[in-house]
């Protein structure tokens, strides 16, 4: 590794509005106090983000590059070019951990291939969290994103999840957008067997912090309020 490069640092964030160091380690803190480039999501919630975390920090020293769904390939390719010039650089995310249901794999991969020393910082991801505290198999487990908005492409998706858990002993991730929450928990407590586990975990590391895990007929009489709440979802058939 080319010691006359900066490095890029995966920099987490919090997964709502709690204080940063009350889920952050005082590592993270130290890194952005030394960084002054970022490639982040959204401009306006990561200048809010390294303020709360490092109030004294300029802000007129950063220098941030966004990187969202309208970037194209070819202006991504020359955020990292500030550790040619060694300077570091943080890949900020905009909630929880960079690269894992977030923006920035092929900032990751193209550090790799200019040979840039990738660092990841410890932080929370509510896909590992929510893992950790559902009971369910956590030595053999699959992160499948969002399920398909259609009706019928839903169903037979989570019909299919349903067997694939039961074949391979594996249990299913999910996600959705906050708004269409409980329209996926009423699927999956209709169409799952009612032996299948069903964990739901919303608001993780918050205050608001609820995460159930139930046999899906024993869901029958449980109605949490999910609604525009960030949310995992994670069913096993045994």
């Known amino acids: 590794m080319s010691l006359n490069k900066g490095n890029l640092y995966l920099i987490p964030t919090t997964l709502g509005d709690n204080e940063p160091l009350e889920v952050l380690p005082m590592s993270v803190k130290k890194i952005v106090e030394n960084v002054n480039y970022f490639i982040v999501e959204n401009e306006k919630t990561a200048r809010r983000f390294i303020k709360k975390i490092t109030p004294r920090k300029s802000q007129s020293s950063l220098k941030l590059f966004v990187l969202d769904k309208y970037t194209s390939e070819l202006e991504s390719k020359s955020y990292i070019d500030p550790c040619i ?4 650089v ?5 909630a929880g951990v960079p690269a894992i249901a ?5 900032i990751v991969l193209q550090a790799h291939q200019k040979n840039i020393k990738v660092v990841p910082l410890v932080g929370p991801s509510s896909i590992t969290l929510a893992m950790m505290s559902s009971g369910l198999n956590g030595q053999n487990f699959a992160f499948n994103g969002y399920l398909p908005i259609d009706k019928m492409e839903r169903k037979k998706a989570i019909k299919n999840f349903e067997k694939l858990s039961k074949t391979n002993n594996q249990s299913q991730i ?12 009423g699927d ?18 918050l205050s608001t912090e609820y995460i159930k895990t139930l046999q899906t007929n024993d869901w029958k009489n449980e109605n949490p309020n999910l609604h525009k709440r960030p949310c995992i979802f994670i069913i096993h058939k045994n």
């Open 85 to 88: 010039q060694e300077k570091h």
């Open 90 to 94: 943080g890949l900020l995310s905009e």
């Open 102 to 106: 977030d923006p920035g794999a092929n």
């Open 174 to 185: 999910f996600i959705e957008t906050p708004y269409r929450n409980e329209k996926l928990f």
């Open 188 to 205: 999956f407590k209709k169409l799952l067997t009612p032996s299948t586990f069903l964990c739901v975990a919303a608001d993780i590391t």
